[in-house]
């Protein structure tokens, strides 16, 4: 069939009468779904399907799974695997802000934090909220830059896809409006290709309170986006990012497949997928990779 639904879930808690009840909306709207393939038990499934449009048959199965903690996406059957991954860095691939941790170490983590939240909400200009924190951490002994790299958490699933994507011949770049002493250190920890991000100015060991110019903002990410498929001779149908806040809005847009991971209204709304039940895994098995294909390691 010409498109594939994919419903995902927590570990363990997708069950076989949730898939029935998504064939049956599908097959409410003349779709003839097909069976049910299990990507991994309890967790992944997809459902071939045809005559229905992508963004259609996931208002139907959303609305017929109402309440149920599982993901829902659809797309053309052909073409899923993707052979670039661009991703964010913060409360995507881990689980911190790091500026924000930064911040603390100030007594100025509520105040920076409720900046970073308007700034990945959309509310302001993400290149002037930028500066306008780190003006904040002006005379931080960079001591402590290296001491928060203890405080990254690696969120559950990444190690898995970006170690399964590049045993599988993909490329994986870690783009982030953050900065690069904290993206070089995730990019070893699992294993990206590449990291670009910002740099902090610093004189005589200590944050001046500015950022070398030019700011990696969310242009900046799109280009990099088009920039890397452009070297690696990828259509952009084959290419993926995801992210979480207004900051990706351009990449997710540019990519083949734009994901939203547990990501503010003004990115969810906009990606092609949303994940906000499973892990980063979710990604995986939105390409039709199951669950012996998963490694941990390159």
């Known amino acids: 069939m010409a498109q594939i639904l994919t419903l995902i879930a927590g570990a363990g808690t997708l069950d076989h009468s949730t898939v029935a009840a998504a064939r049956e909306a599908l097959a409410a709207h003349g779709t003839g779904p097909g069976t049910a393939d299990w990507l991994a038990e309890n967790t992944a499934c997809d459902i071939p399907y045809a005559n229905m449009t992508p963004p259609a048959a996931v208002a139907a199965v959303r609305t017929a799974l109402a309440g149920s903690p599982v993901d829902v996406v659809a797309q053309p059957a052909a073409g899923r695997r993707k052979m670039l991954l661009v991703a964010d860095m913060e409360s995507t691939i881990i689980d911190n802000e790091m500026l924000d941790e930064l911040a603390g170490e100030l007594g100025l983590h ?9 700034a ?39 190690i898995e896809l970006v170690a399964t994507m590049r045993r599988h011949g993909a490329y994986c770049a870690l783009v982030s409006g953050g900065f690069d002493i904290y993206s070089g250190c995730v990019r070893e920890r699992i294993g990206f290709d590449r990291d670009q991000a910002n740099r902090l100015e610093i004189s005589a060991g200590r944050l001046t309170g500015r950022v070398h ?17 452009d070297e690696l001779s990828l259509t952009r149908h084959q290419t993926m990012a995801v992210g979480d806040g207004a900051n990706d809005l351009d990449m997710i847009g540019a990519a083949g497949l734009g ?19 499973g892990d980063l895994t979710a990604l995986l098995y939105v390409q039709g990779y199951c669950s012996r294909d998963i490694c941990r390691a390159v």
């Open 110 to 118: 509520e105040k920076i934090a409720a900046i970073t939240a308007r």
């Open 120 to 158: 990945m909400r959309g509310e302001l200009d993400f290149a002037d909220s930028l500066r306008a924190r780190v003006a904040m951490l002006a005379g931080l002994d960079t001591a402590v830059l290296a001491r928060m790299q203890d405080r990254i958490t690696i969120n559950p699933g990444a």
């Open 213 to 229: 110019e030019p700011i990696l903002d969310r242009r900046s990410k799109r280009d990099c986006l088009e920039r890397l498929a």
């Open 259 to 277: 994901v939203a991971y547990r990501a503010k209204p003004i990115l969810a709304e906009a990606a092609d997928m949303r994940v906000d039940h």
